[in-house]
């Protein structure tokens, strides 16, 4: 059986057809960094409109690339949310406007359960339960996944999210928009013992991420660099990754303790496709016998695969939704999680 996914959370508008036997039949994903980067970051509106120009065109060629109608396929997958409103919308609307054309099943993805599932997609041997770090542009969570659409939330940012902390470190460092693989490359030539840098809530007994306190030091840090303190920017880069990578770990760390057996120890979204951080990850698995697994790259960044994945494995448990059923801004995958200090979900 295929799915056609289709992703517009965020800045880029993909379309992919997924089997499930694991074949990804074709995908292409449309991305708007062009357009957002004279702005230094997403502009919402311009996202919705670029979205809104794109997607059609970019599921006919998906399905040519296939040689596939939509007629061939089983059922169409969106994101639902959570995401910018305006970007969900289209490709939620198109979905439910393909499906009913095509008397297919509609399937509302939650873009955070297309993350946590990309694994999976990957990897055939990976079963529930296993324990994921979640680490992306607006989301930094540690989650006992048990199945589809059972997600326990043990531990969650109680401020900014890690990929921000990422993209605003590559502003302040003058490298532009996106952040995150900038900063992993020019981290790779600077010494992360330079520059002394916070590693928020490291040891605490309570389980969560706190990254806004790296941030404001980060700035520190550079303006102390302009004023001749003997350090480079990629120093700065190699020390703010390395003071990630220490709170990442020491949080899962945690994670692991106090959490029940799992399968393997799992890491999805934007920043888990910086090579740095999978390898401490790797390394922390060993240590307690698990197995790690992590997507390739393409499939950690925001991509439709993993949405048609979702869709692949909701159809298999007989699940789909109403055409009229709404876009959601905010959805979090554990609704009975305790809301922390303010921080998202
Ligand atoms: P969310 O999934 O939480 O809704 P999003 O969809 O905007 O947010 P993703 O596409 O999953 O986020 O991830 C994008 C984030 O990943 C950006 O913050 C980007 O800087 C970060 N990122 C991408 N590649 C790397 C890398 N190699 N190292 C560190 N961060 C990275
Ligand atoms: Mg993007
Ligand atoms: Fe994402």
């Keep these: 059986r295929t799915v056609l996914g289709i992703e ?77 409103i305006g970007g969900v919308m289209v490709g939620l609307v198109t979905a439910k406007a393909l499906a009913m054309a095509a008397d297919k099943p509609l399937i509302a993805i939650n873009h955070l359960e297309g993350h946590a599932l990309s694994p999976r997609l990957a990897d055939p041997g990976l079963e529930y339960p296993y324990l994921l770090l979640l680490v992306s542009g607006g989301h930094c969570q540690i ?77 520190r840090a550079k303006q102390a660099m302009d004023k001749g303190a003997g350090y480079t920017e990629a120093d700065i880069a190699a020390s703010f990754q390395q003071a990630a990578i220490d709170c990442l770990v020491d949080r899962t760390r945690r994670a692991l303790k106090n959490v029940g057996e799992m399968n393997a120890l799992v890491v999805a979204g934007g920043v888990a496709a910086n090579q740095a951080i999978r390898s401490a990850l790797e390394t922390l698995a060993a240590e307690h016998r698990l197995a790690f697994v992590a997507p390739p790259l393409a499939l950690c960044t925001d991509n439709a695969a993993m949405i048609a994945w979702a869709g692949v494995e909701r159809l298999a448990l007989g699940q789909s939704d109403p055409l009229d059923i709404a876009a959601r801004p905010r959805w979090p995958l554990d609704p009975d999680a305790e809301a922390v200090r303010g921080a998202g979900v």
Excluded: W
Excluded at 180 to 205: F, I, M, N, Q, T
């Design 143 to 219: 989650l006992g996944v048990e199945g589809v659409g059972r997600f326990r939330r043990l531990a969650t940012t109680i401020d900014d999210a890690l990929g921000e902390a990422f993209d605003k470190t590559a502003k302040l460092l003058g490298l532009g928009y996106p952040g995150g693989p900038a900063v992993e490359r020019l981290a790779a030539r600077g010494d992360a013992r330079k520059v002394p840098l916070p590693r928020p809530l490291v040891g605490s007994d309570e389980p969560h991420f706190s990254f806004a306190g790296l941030k404001s030091a980060v700035m």
């Design 8 to 84: 517009s959370s965020c800045d880029e508008t993909a379309a992919a057809l997924v089997t499930d036997g694991r074949v990804i039949l074709a995908q292409r994903i449309a991305s708007q960094d062009e357009v957002h980067r004279p702005y230094g970051g997403v502009v919402p509106e311009i996202a919705a409109r670029a979205h809104a120009e794109r997607l059609a065109p970019l599921i006919e060629a998906t399905l040519a690339d296939a040689n596939m109608r939509l007629e061939d396929v089983d059922a169409i997958a969106a994101t639902a949310g959570p995401g910018l």
